[in-house]
């Protein structure tokens, strides 16, 4: 059975989602890679604000490629979320970052800060970039333009297809997974 979000999602939203349900997105979610991350961290740290406001928002982590011409936007599929970890406890704890969607497991620091805020992991299929992208339906460069493919949009997105990847209840599919196929 799929389940339908729309963004913004509240705490109880994100809460009721299960590791391994099937979800589709609906509404505005953010892009945001590594070289974001970055800034978005030192911004907080030095007491700034933040160019876009994250508070029960989704953050997917995407280098999206150039859009062919009649295109909203190229490919743009995941990229491995553990790249982001050492920035993502701060945006959970400090904006209340409500969901994240990447590929790869996450380090336990980010599970702990999921945990007490009541976030959670999605994955999206790596490799499926092409698809996923006919799922966006409007892109936009809202923050760091300079950073090319790894500036934030924002993305209108409508059923956008992953997996909760991790609850809020810390949850992991990777090793629930893992658990299961022992027992074959």
Known sequence: MM????????????????????VLINGIIYTGRDAAHKRMFDALKAGQELPVDLRDQIIYYV??????????IGAAGPTTSGRMDAYTPTLIREKYLRGMIGK????????????????????????????????????????????????????????FPVIVGIDCQGNNLYTIGRSQYRQL
Do not use: H
Not at 63 to 72: E, T
């Open 3 to 22: 389940i339908k979000i729309t963004t913004p999602i509240d705490e109880a939203t994100a809460r009721s989602l299960k590791a391994g349900d099937q």
């Open 104 to 159: 790869g497991g996450r380090s336990p620091e980010v599970i702990k800060a999921m945990r007490d805020i009541g976030t959670v992991y999605f994955l999206a299929i790596g490799g499926a970039g092409a698809l996923l992208a006919q799922r966006i339906k409007k892109a936009t460069v809202v923050a760091y333009e300079d950073l090319g493919p790894e500036a934030i949009y924002c993305l209108v997105v409508e059923d």
């Open 63 to 72: 280098g999206p490629c150039p859009a062919k011409p009649g295109q909203v």
